[in-house]
């Protein structure tokens, strides 16, 4: 069976293509819009990992990164967070609530996918 990741980012085309790479890498995916649709997907089911963008409606990735590490059942989910601040203040505080990892946009794919396969072997 092939392992799930559930991407969450607002923006569509940023959705779509790491939809397509993931796929294509072997990946089942899902996808959530905002912070809710994150909560929501990982009551469903919970994921392998999730590709968490820092700005999204309703709840932001660092809100959603904070709720779900407070759930026990899900301490040990990977989740890698995506953002187009690369300041290290935004990854500082994205460590600190319990992200996995951190990817900078724009990311390069062959990068974003050996995180994404080093993180699900460690998991």
């Known amino acids: 069976m092939s392992q799930s990741i559930l991407i969450a980012d607002d923006e569509p085309s940023i959705l779509l293509s790491l939809q397509f790479l993931l796929q294509k890498a072997g990946f089942e ?6 912070g809710e649709e994150v909560i929501q997907a990982v009551e469903q089911s919970v994921p392998d990992l999730i590709l968490l963008d820092t700005m999204m409606p309703k709840r932001d990735g660092f809100d959603v990164c904070q709720t779900i590490r407070a759930n026990p059942a899900w301490q040990g989910l990977p989740i890698v967070m995506l953002t187009a601040k690369s300041r290290d203040v935004e990854r500082q505080k994205g460590m600190a609530l319990g ?8 990311f390069s794919t062959r990068d974003l996918v050996e995180t994404v396969r080093k993180h699900l072997a460690a998991a």
Do not use: E, G, M, Q
């Open 99 to 106: 992200a996995t990892d951190y990817i900078t946009k724009p």
């Open 29 to 34: 995916v899902r996808l959530a819009r905002n």
